[in-house]
T-cell receptor
Framework: ETGVTQSPTHLIKTRGQQVTLRCSSQ?????VSWYQQALGQGPQFIFQ???????GRGNFPPRFSGLQFPNYSSELNVNALELDDSALYLC??????????????????FGNGTRLTVT | SQQGEEDPQALSIQEGENATMNCSYK?????LQWYRQNSGRGLVHLIL?????REKHSGRLRVTLDTSKKSSSLLITASRAADTASYFC?????????FGGGTRLMVKP
């Protein structure tokens, strides 16, 4: 069983630039969620993708966007980077769909994250 | 902002002691989950308790859920130095899993 992998592990960008983070989901999982975790805080939900469509979004501006591909891997794109975007970005995969019970009660499997620093 | 709160924010105990962490939330839930995070790494799922369950055990972990008080607790018995980590509760009310701010546990050998 292949776990969730994220790339790159670390990234330094300048304010105003754009960044793309990548995530490969665990084999057999069809849902990907992205979280932002500031230092010393809990993860904040950005959005979720299921079957290549956005399936829920947290309180993040439109410059945060994503994609899910047919193999269920995913990308997180952030445009016009701001200093406050500096954080650990976590991707998590799960098994969703096929009835509410399966979706709601499926635990998340996290990757080790991408540490983004915006200067 | 977090929709769940955890208490205490930090906890320091000796190896062999028990550690108790509490979590409160504000909305109706389908389930509540606990995760562990070692410094700078991803979160690892520990245990899930459904809204119609009151208590659940997994090895040295015991989780309780009181939906009338909108609260949960995680008990780690006979703690070990390797249990040092941050522990987060997260509640599921739809597609989104909402995390609390976490409890930073240090277990001293």
């Amino acid at each position: 069983e292949t776990g969730v992998t994220q790339s790159p592990t670390h990234l330094i960008k300048t304010r105003g630039q754009q960044v793309t983070l990548r995530c490969s989901s665990q084999s057999g999982h069809n849902t990907v969620s992205w979280y932002q975790q500031a230092l010393g805080q809990g993860p904040q939900f950005i959005f979720q993708y299921y079957r290549e469509e956005e399936n829920g979004r947290g309180n993040f501006p439109p410059r945060f966007s994503g994609l899910q591909f047919p193999n269920y891997s995913s990308e997180l794109n952030v445009n016009a980077l701001e200093l406050d975007d500096s954080a650990l970005y976590l991707c998590a995969s799960s098994l969703g769909g096929q009835g509410a019970s399966r979706s709601y009660n499926s635990p998340l499997h996290f990757g080790n994250g991408t540490r983004l620093t915006v200067t | 902002s977090q929709q769940g709160e955890e208490d205490p924010q930090a906890l320091s105990i000796q190896e062999g002691e028990n550690a108790t962490m509490n979590c409160s939330y504000k909305t109706s839930i389908n389930n509540l989950q606990w995760y562990r995070q070692n410094s700078g790494r991803g979160l690892v799922h520990l245990i899930l308790i459904r809204s119609n369950e009151r208590e659940k055990h997994s090895g040295r972990l015991r989780v309780t859920l009181d939906t009338s008080k909108k609260s949960s607790s995680l008990l780690i018995t006979a703690s070990r130095a390797a249990d040092t980590a941050s522990y987060f509760c997260a509640h599921n009310a739809g597609n989104m899993l909402t995390f609390g701010g976490g409890t930073r546990l240090m277990v001293k050998p």
